[in-house]
């Protein structure tokens, strides 16, 4: 390779990092949307809670039957999966039944073996939520993933738990709760390769939690 398109990549890739250096964090677009949410904007979010399991280390270990491929990096469909499910399963069953209906929906009507590997999973990974997290209620509220070529980056918004009220769980099935609801954002990577998987009622003017 001739020295002069050496220093041209170089200064390429000292461009691309630049770049990257200037884009928001996953945190960052989170807590900026929060603050524009109808749901989120009054909740008070406490950044980085150093006393509380950490919301993505939870979901992606609950999400690690999804995971495909050597490299050991959950896809962004998988995520969002687990977190529907984990969601839909502080439901009463119909509602359970009306989130699995919402997602198979989404897939096309004739290709009957995606809505029968979309329901199968979804009922693994109920019954995953009820025999290894039975205990953590927590509600997540928002969350944001981001990707790059070897690392999937997870951060999170959640309730903190404890007496959430299901009427108010309506409008979370995907990530989403009830106004004025106090939450909390977490993030977590996973490196392809090391794969580092780590809520009852919504009080009124109660906290969120976030966490990097």
């Given at each position: 390779?001739?020295?002069?398109?050496?220093?041209?990549?170089?200064?390429?890739?000292?461009?691309?990092?630049?770049?990257?250096?200037?884009?928001?964090?996953?945190?960052?677009?989170?807590?900026?949307?929060?603050?524009?949410?109808?749901?989120?904007?009054?909740?008070?979010?406490?950044?980085?809670?150093?006393?509380?399991?950490?919301?993505?280390?939870?979901?992606?270990?609950?999400?690690?039957?999804?995971?495909?491929?050597?490299?050991?990096?959950?896809?962004?469909?998988?995520?969002?999966?687990?977190?529907?499910?984990?969601?839909?399963?502080?439901?009463?069953?119909?509602?359970?039944?009306?989130?699995?209906?919402?997602?198979?929906?989404?897939?096309?009507e004739d290709d009957q073996d995606a809505r029968r590997e979309l329901a199968a999973a979804f009922d693994m990974l109920l019954a995953r939520k009820r025999r290894y997290f039975a205990k953590n209620t927590r509600v997540i509220l928002d969350y944001q993933i981001t990707e790059s070529a070897d690392m999937v980056h997870l951060d999170v918004i959640s309730t903190p738990g404890k007496a959430y009220h299901l009427p108010q769980l309506e409008g979370i099935r995907h990530g989403f709760s009830h106004p004025s609801t106090t939450a909390t954002p977490w993030?977590?990577?996973?490196?392809?390769?090391?794969?580092?998987?780590g809520t009852g009622a919504i009080p009124d003017q109660s906290p969120a939690i976030t966490d990097v």
């Open positions: 390779m001739s020295a002069k398109r050496e220093r041209k990549q170089q200064r390429r890739a000292r461009k691309r990092k630049a770049q990257r250096a200037r884009q928001p964090s996953g945190q960052q677009i989170l807590l900026k949307r929060a603050q524009q949410s109808d749901y989120l904007k009054d909740a008070q979010i406490v950044v980085n809670p150093g006393d509380m399991e950490k919301m993505p280390d939870v979901i992606l270990q609950f999400a690690e039957p999804l995971i495909q491929g050597p490299a050991g990096v959950i896809s962004k469909n998988a995520i969002r999966l687990a977190i529907a499910v984990w969601n839909a399963s502080l439901l009463p069953k119909a509602e359970q039944l009306e989130t699995l209906k919402a997602l198979v929906d989404m897939l096309p993030t977590q990577r996973t490196v392809a390769g090391e794969n580092r998987p």
